[in-house]
């Protein structure tokens, strides 16, 4: 997953579970690192990596155009083997990506917040989808790819209403509050996010017959 983002020019940022347990890997350029030598598991063959360049390029151009999808191409480099040059060059290249975001993330505080700040977005949007997903106890009954992604997108259509009505409300509440004289900090207003649901109603009798008409 790292290793598709970083070639298409984006960061992947992950919180980093089982931290102790990941491998880091070294440029094989002879050098000694001191203390973190034994944090190593190996290392990186640069050289390869080098050689299978244009070909990692033309990857990249063909997923960020659209091209070929990325589980298209995974599937043939599985089929092409662990032996064969390109597929080694995608690995070792994962494998020094990957270091170099770990040795960031330890490093880092900043980025550790910056992370689970998104984290918890990302978990908030979650549990704002499986709240409107309630029929079937939010599980897909059939294995009908069709019907699934219908589900899906219907499902996303839901949340992202959600999401923009209590947009515009918090902007009426702001508002109101300016108009009286109550001022909230951009720091403070950061941390208000448009992902609650606890006011709305899942189930009911929803009637559309006119503007008028509201849910019971």
């Known amino acids: 997953m790292v290793i598709?983002?970083?070639?298409?020019?984006?960061?992947?940022?992950?919180?980093?579970?089982?931290?102790?347990?990941?491998?880091?890997?070294?440029?094989?350029?002879?050098?000694?690192?001191?203390?973190?030598d034994s944090l190593f598991a190996g290392k990186v063959d640069m050289k390869l990596i080098a050689e299978q360049w244009d070909s990692l390029v033309?990857?990249?151009?063909?997923?960020?155009?659209?091209?070929?999808?990325?589980?298209?191409?995974?599937k043939r480099l599985i089929n092409l083997g662990t032996t064969n040059p390109l597929a080694k060059a995608l690995t070792q290249l994962g494998q020094l990506v990957k270091t170099t975001y770990l040795l960031r993330y330890m490093d880092d505080e900043e980025l550790r917040r910056v992370v689970q700040l998104m984290l918890n977005r990302g978990e908030g949007r979650q549990y704002l989808a499986q709240h409107v997903f309630f029929a079937n106890q939010g599980k897909f009954r059939t294995g009908?790819?069709?019907?699934?992604?219908?589900?899906?997108?219907?499902l996303s259509l839901l949340s992202n209403a959600i999401m923009v009505w209590n947009t515009i409300r918090m902007g009426e509440i702001l508002d109101a509050a300016e108009k009286e004289g109550k001022t909230f900090s951009p720091e403070a207003l950061a941390h208000v996010q448009p992902l609650h649901f606890k006011h709305v109603i899942v189930n009911g009798t929803y009637d559309f017959t006119s503007p008028a008409t509201f849910i019971s």
């Open 4 to 36: 598709w983002y970083y070639l298409l020019g984006f960061s992947f940022m992950p919180r980093i579970k089982n931290f102790k347990k990941q491998d880091l890997y070294h440029p094989g350029d002879g050098q000694k690192h001191g203390a973190i």
């Open 58 to 74: 033309r990857i990249a151009a063909s997923l960020k155009n659209r091209i070929v999808s990325a589980h298209v191409i995974a």
């Open 144 to 154: 009908d790819y069709f019907e699934i992604m219908n589900k899906a997108n219907c």
